[in-house]
């Protein structure tokens, strides 16, 4: 059964303070990893799509890297307001457009 | 462009009951997923419909299902509502299915409340 781990569960930071967020998964014949912001009591915002190894994509201070077993969510220098929940979740098989989500990183940042 | 739409925005029921949440996808996309999200964890999936037809169901019980209109929108319906049924629903579109992955893009959500 497909599975995705997100650590750590909780993050604190100060402005201006990077880290990364980890996204571990395992698949059978992974098709996408996706990253999503989720303010509370909203819809999850669309970040990233990684489709394989090797792959990096950036948004304003946000980087996602993908490996064969993780991916990682780099945060350079945040703001206050890149603090919320940050989903991970993957695709695989055949077949249905289905996403399995990992439980999320909150994520706050203090000025 | 408009977004993910879903309606309402909240919801109150009580045990037993029958509910009905509403989603409209993007203008183009032809597929609708439904999410659940239990506070404090990461959405599961309940259906995918693509042209009128479901192309995935998740683990739950019959008293979920879905239906898709031939303008791509699309109706949840929850029968027999049980108190742990109160979670966030989420609809998510996307342009197509197959095996291409797609990206979804999620509406605001409708709070259910079972009491």
């Known amino acids: 059964e497909d599975q995705v781990t997100q650590s750590p569960e909780a993050l604190r930071l100060q402005e201006g303070e990077s880290s990364s967020l980890n996204c571990s998964y395992t698949v059978s014949g992974l098709r996408g990893l996706f990253w999503y912001r989720q303010d509370p009591g909203k819809g999850p915002e669309f970040l990233f799509t990684l489709y394989s190894a090797g792959e990096e994509k950036e948004k304003e201070r946000l980087k996602a890297t993908l490996t064969k077993k993780e991916s990682f969510l780099h945060i350079t220098a945040p703001k206050p307001e890149d603090s919320a929940t940050y989903l991970c979740?993957?695709?695989?098989?055949?077949?249905?457009?289905?996403?399995?989500f990992g439980q999320g990183t909150r994520l706050t940042i203090n000025p | 462009d408009a977004g993910v739409t879903q309606s309402p925005t909240h919801l109150i029921k009580t045990r037993g009951q029958h509910v009905t949440l509403r989603c409209s996808p993007i203008?183009?996309?032809?597929?609708v997923s439904w999410y659940q999200q239990v506070l404090g964890q990461g959405p599961q999936f309940i259906f995918q419909y693509y042209e009128k037809e479901e192309r995935g169901r998740g683990n739950f019980p019959d008293r979920f299902s879905a239906r898709q209109f031939p303008n791509y929108s699309s109706e949840l319906n929850v029968n027999a509502l049980l108190l742990g049924d109160s979670a966030l629903y989420l609809c998510?579109?996307?342009?197509?299915?197959?095996?291409?992955?797609?990206?979804?893009?999620f509406g605001p959500g409708t709070r259910l409340t079972v009491t």
């Open positions: 998510a579109s996307t342009l197509a299915s197959g095996t291409v992955s797609y990206e979804q893009y």
């Open positions: 203008s183009g996309h032809k597929s």
């Open positions: 979740a993957v695709q695989a098989g055949q077949g249905a457009q289905k996403l399995v």
